[in-house]
């Protein structure tokens, strides 16, 4: 492959490849609130076909998924996992540059999804056609799965992989996120958490009453949810759900030294986020680094109930709602958590407490010394100014056990993020020049996957 | 006085008096938003000025305070209580017709403020014109105190009824509220109890996280909430903060003979709320009057942190809030719960969570033997079908104290409520068949207010 050719062609067009990551930016996607979904997977589908991929769009129970593939050169297959939906942009209010309005600012691309994940979508495109224009044709085929329903815990992914395990099968997949960490080092990640996101409803009343008499006599369930949710877990961090801790597997010594080669973060976090310390009287970099990935967690994301306007309202709810995730590590498995739950409630007296599953995954981690990471670290080398950080296991979630059980393939990483990406929050952007690096470590993996078996 | 020729006029021109009050509700004038305060107070002097009255309307750090005075034949003075202001009418979408837009429907004005208390300010307005056009002179003194921020608190009152002892002083002050209960027995109201209302706030970190890596390490500003709050008060409804019972002065038997003379509520509790039971395992009626009243309480009305709209947002809150209001008995001070409130969360930790006060008020009550409750009892005879129930103590709150010690007054009460107002909540409305009926009773406690010494 001519990779100078390839190179000049990602950094000769990366402005018309930054207008086609606008416009797909610019389609609001939001799976939570059911916004834009099939709009937006139309658009994801016309960007392939635009590559000579066949496309396909395959219905699921809730959002379709768009697949498309491109045969190649050799006979090796690449899978790519993306996803076209994104986090809901609230809090609005916190946006410098509306959220479904993308707009450049101090070389960084500034949208709802440009970090997560469209923006490693279009330049993993951004790639092929550099390939394409030096080479003609791609080194191996390559078959993109872009699923609407990632950040809703890809509710119903499972179901779709396992019926299509043939027309998915490859050797290799790379997932949506990839980068560099915060001191620009390349970073793989072979490893997620799995989560299990659940909505906590409790009601007490059929209307909110006025707090005066009844504050004393009919119950509330504002305190009844905040009584509930303090039985889940205590102030050391210790959750409370029965066994909830049996099936957690701590990580191997081989993790632990890969962990232990990861940059210093206590001091870059507490700067970043205005913190005064860590939970659980963390205070070495290791035990964050260990506590960060190989913990399972539970986190209220929302509470709702009752007035929360200006000033005071005199009011007993009838009604109070909890969002709560929990992050699960090897070899927790999110139905065991919905029944430990419930069974929790139930044992605390909060029978009356609804649980609403609102979706998740298993964990699941790739062997960090698998050739193919070997391979994407490989890709990495002339990109980056630093080698390769293996990170055996992050904190965050995807269905990338789904992947590994139904098509057994080993999972690698590539993309634009860094650490000022803010996926999920407001002002989520990405980084012009590592756009540029992922673009061209994406077009090396293709390369070294047509020598790949 | 013509006692009849008034009866008919308040019978008569119903009409009309309905439509001042709807003009009056079509006026937001939300004290908590800041919302339509001055404008309601211009609406609300035009009104008193057309009877005649003297109006001034005088300045307070908050919302101004509407007073007018008129003279009468006799040299005795009612100082009448009302307020301009509302609650909230959030949630907006729970109304069969908008807050703003009074709607007449089945015999009951439905509008935001109509029965809390617009209903009973203009109510009393048409007895004063009733009284005029039989009479052409009110028979005794008649000063309307009319404030702009009960809703919140009254948070500006106390410093202005002292700074005007001299001009609002009086014989007898009549409540802002008064009717029948469910049964439709006519009800006088002499205590209430006291309020400290606060909001409190965490806050973790200065931006939302991912709810990955992050739900591990850093503090969450929702969790620090839920466990702040549920130090507060246990499942069995004791509040835990120090001291906070041992102010409080329990019913005086005569107090409790005169609640036990109260009809059977809690089947209708039950039904009309859908409930299973009560708190604290009430178990009898004379149990839930005295706890609905003489009990101290600390209530969430309000909840809100991180992401709150459909599905899932992988999201770790920089910040929570809570509303909380405390019901305080005799001889309970506000001052003193917030300062409780603030050694309670040091001693548990919660150092960090911020107390904002809403405003407060202490409890207070009238002998329920005092002249002034015989002569409303008696003016109330030949208006309703029932005789006149005593209510020592009831479960909200007011700046009845206020009055009480600055203005020395006994308190009385008069008006068109009952058990299906919905104070404070979506559908306010109030009878006409008692709004007549509060006319009428008004115009008597003025009559007898001609004879009172």
Redesign the interface.
């Known amino acids: 492959m001519n990779i100078q050719a390839v190179d000049r062609y990602i950094e000769e067009k990366l402005n018309e490849s930054i207008e086609e990551l606008s416009r797909l930016c610019a389609q609001p996607s939001v ?4 916004l834009g979904i099939d709009a937006c997977a139309d658009l994801v589908a016309e960007r392939l076909k635009e590559r000579g991929f066949e496309v396909q769009i395959l219905p699921t129970e809730g959002s379709p998924v768009v697949f498309g593939e491109r045969k190649g050169k050799m006979d090796s297959t690449l899978i790519v996992y993306d996803h076209y939906d994104v ?2 942009p ?1 809090p609005l209010d916190l946006w410098k540059s509306p959220p479904f309005e993308p707009t450049l600012r101090d070389g960084r691309l500034y949208a709802r999804g440009v970090a997560d994940n469209k923006g490693n979508f279009i330049e993993r495109l951004h790639a092929i056609d550099a390939i394409l224009e030096a080479e003609g044709e791609l080194p191996c085929n390559v078959k993109f799965v872009v699923e609407g329903e990632e ?3 890809s509710v119903h992914l499972e179901p779709f992989v396992k019926a299509h395990q043939e027309l998915l099968s490859g050797d290799v997949c790379v997932w949506e996120i990839g980068g560099v960490d915060h001191e620009n080092t390349p970073i793989q990640m072979v490893g997620m ?1 799995g ?1 299990c ?1 659940v ?1 906590l409803h409790a009601r ?17 369930a ?2 009844w ?3 509930a ?2 039985s889940l ?1 205590d ?1 050391d961090e210790n959750i409370l759900l029965p066994s909830f801790y049996e099936d957690v597997v701590p990580p191997t010594e081989r993790e632990k030294e890969l962990l232990a080669q990861g940059p210093e973060m206590m001091a870059f ?1 507490k700067e970043k ?3 005064d310390g ?3 009287g ?1 205070n070495y970099e290791l035990e ?1 680094a260990i ?3 190989y ?1 399972p ?22 009604e ?4 709560v ?1 929990f ?1 699960l590590v090897p070899n927790q498995m999110p139905e065991k958590v919905l029944s430990q739950l419930r069974a929790h409630l139930d044992a605390h ?1 909060f029978e009356d407490i609804k649980i609403v599953n ?2 998740g995954n298993p964990p699941a981690k790739t062997d960090p010394d698998h050739p193919a990471v070997q391979m994407a670290v490989e890709a990495a080398k002339d990109v980056y100014e630093k080698p390769t950080r293996v990170i055996p296991m ?4 995807g269905p990338n056990f789904i992947f590994q059980r139904y098509l057994g393939v080993p999972i690698i990483s590539s993309g634009a993020g860094d650490s000022e990406t ?5 002002n989520e952007s990405i980084s012009l020049d590592l756009y540029v690096k992922g673009a061209k470590h994406f077009a090396r993996l293709l390369k070294l996957m047509g020598e790949y078996n």
């Open positions: 799976a939570a609130q059911n986090q809901p609230e950040e809703i815990g958490r989560i996101y909505e007490t009343a059929n209307q909110d009453i006025h707090s005066g008499t009844g504050g004393s006599i009919f119950p509330n504002a305190w949810l905040v009584w949710l303090s877990k102030k976090y986020y205005d913190l860590f939970l659980k963390i964050l506590e960060g990935v913990e967690t539970c986190t209220i994301c929302g509470l709702t109930a009752g007035y929360q306007g200006e000033g005071s309202k005199t009011v007993l709810p009838a109070a709602r909890a969002k995730d992050r007296g609102l979706g992050v904190g965050g979630s803010r996926a999920h929050a407001p």
